[in-house]
């Protein structure tokens, strides 16, 4: 199923309309004011808009890359449960801790194994998880990285930034499965052939996001 064949619920439609009433999101380019919205919308929490950091042209190839069908690989199945109109590979079932390895972070070999590269990542439970995929020859087309807690999280986000890849995380310690998928769900919902995102008002021309490594 494609965004053109989803029906939005009048509760969704009505939050996003609260949303934008409370903060102006119209200064953001199309991609990036979805994935904003969308994990705001998720938690309720607006101090998002300046925890996030993404950049335009990235998130435009992994819309490419996710609407032709790249696979997506989650870290845990609340993430999964979240992401309702797309199949996900989670291997956390199949995993084993072990000295210095964590389920989690086996289930990201396990995954890798069974993807290969050019797959869109979507970690937001376990800060080992997004470590061990650094590790990884991976080659992602996207990594949502935004697992939650105090010990690791914030770390692994600095990491998955200093590395270079592709990426969307925060500077935060917050986070979490909900807003991971919902990270994945904008993109997952924007029309190809569209620069509107959804119950989108008239913005103002996109500027430039400056929301590179903090």
Do not use: Q
Request: proline share 8%.
């Amino acid at each position: 199923m494609f965004p053109g064949n989803r029906v939005v619920h009048p509760i969704e439609a009505e939050s996003f309309r609260r949303l934008r009433a409370r903060l102006d999101t119209s200064h953001f380019p199309p991609l990036t004011r979805a994935v904003v919205e969308r994990v705001i919308h998720s938690a309720a929490d607006l101090e998002y808009a300046t925890d996030l950091v993404m950049d335009e042209g990235t998130l435009e190839r992994a819309h490419a890359a996710l609407h032709a069908g790249a696979p997506v690989v989650v870290d845990v199945e609340m993430v999964a449960a979240g992401i309702t109109r797309r199949e996900t590979v989670c291997r956390l079932k199949d995993a084993e801790s072990g000295p210095g390895l964590t389920r989690s972070a086996h289930a990201v070999r396990l995954a890798y194994e069974e993807v290969g590269p050019g797959a869109l990542w979507v970690i937001g439970c376990a800060p080992t998880a997004l470590e061990e995929l650094l590790t990884l020859d991976a080659d992602p087309a996207l990594v949502i990285g935004l697992p939650v807690g105090f010990v690791g999280a914030a770390e692994s986000k600095a990491a998955l930034r200093e590395s270079g890849l592709p990426a969307v995380s925060n500077v935060s310690e917050k986070g979490g499965s909900a807003v991971a998928a919902a990270a994945l769900n904008a993109l997952l919902y924007h029309p190809v052939s569209s620069p509107i995102t959804l119950f989108a008002s008239p913005a103002s021309p996109a500027s430039p996001v400056s929301k590179e490594k903090p």
